[in-house]
C-alpha cells in the first residue's frame, strides 16, 4: 500500500491528517488530543496551539519540527523514531512527557512547562532551557554538556550523576546543583 505523501498544506481546527508523510505543513489549532499519530513522519512542519496531550507517537518521525503554544502533557518521544529526531518548543506544556534515552541534542526549550518530565539517560548537548520550569524533572545519568539553563528554574540536577561540562547556569540557580547534599543556602 503506498503511503499517503501531503507537502505545503496548511490544517486547521479540528481537521485530523491521515497516515502518512508531511513535509513543509502548517497545523494550526489542531486537537489530536488521545490520538494514534504511530507511523506518521513530520518533516520541516510546525505545530500552532495543537493539543497533543495523551497522543500515541510510537515509531513518528519529527525532523527539523517546531512547536509552539502546544499542550503535549504525557508524551513518550521515547517512543518516536530516533532517525533525525530533531525539534523544538516555544511556550508549550510538556509536563509529564519523556524524553527517556533520546538523542535530542541542540533541542530548544523555551517558555516552556517542563514539570515533571523524565529525561533520563538523554543525551541533552548544547540544549537550551530559556525560561522553562522544570520542577520535578528527572535528570539521571542524562548528558547535559554546553546545556545552556542560565533562566530555567526550579531545577534539580545532581552534579554527581549527570554530565555537566561547560553546562551554562546562573547564581540564582545554582542551588538546584546542590539540593542532593541537603544545604541550606542563603541569599
Excluded: W
Excluded at 486547521?12 to 488521545?34: A, D, M, R, T, V
Excluded at 519523556?98 to 523555551?110: M, Q, R
Excluded at 542524562?142 to 552534579?159: C, G, H, M, Q, V
Excluded at 554530565?163 to 547534599?181: C, E, M, T, W
Amino acid at each position: 500500500m503506498k503511503e499517503t505523501f501531503i507537502q505545503h498544506k496548511t490544517f486547521e481546527k479540528n481537521e485530523l491528517p491521515i497516515k502518512g508523510e508531511y513535509e513543509n505543513c502548517q497545523f494550526k489549532s489542531c486537537n489530536f488530543s488521545e490520538s494514534n499519530l504511530s507511523d506518521f513522519k513530520f518533516i520541516d512542519c510546525a505545530f500552532n496551539a495543537c493539543n497533543f496531550s495523551l497522543v500515541k507517537i510510537n515509531n513518528t518521525v519529527f525532523q527539523d519540527v517546531k512547536f509552539k503554544d502546544c499542550k503535549m502533557v504525557g508524551l513518550l518521544f521515547d517512543t518516536c523514531n530516533s532517525f533525525g529526531l530533531s525539534f523544538s518548543f516555544d511556550a508549550c506544556q510538556l509536563n509529564h512527557s519523556s524524553f527517556y534515552k533520546t538523542k535530542i541534542k541542540k533541542t530548544l526549550f523555551k517558555n516552556s512547562q517542563l514539570q515533571g518530565i523524565d529525561f533520563t539517560e538523554a543525551d541533552l548537548t548544547s540544549a537550551a532551557f530559556d525560561n522553562c520550569d522544570l520542577s520535578q524533572a528527572i535528570f539521571d545519568l542524562s548528558i547535559l554538556e554546553k546545556a545552556d539553563f542560565r533562566t530555567a528554574f526550579n531545577y534539580t540536577i545532581n552534579p554527581e550523576k549527570n554530565r555537566i561540562k561547560k553546562a551554562k547556569f546562573s547564581v540564582l540557580g545554582l542551588s538546584g546543583l546542590l539540593d542532593n547534599y541537603d544545604i541550606e543556602i542563603e541569599k
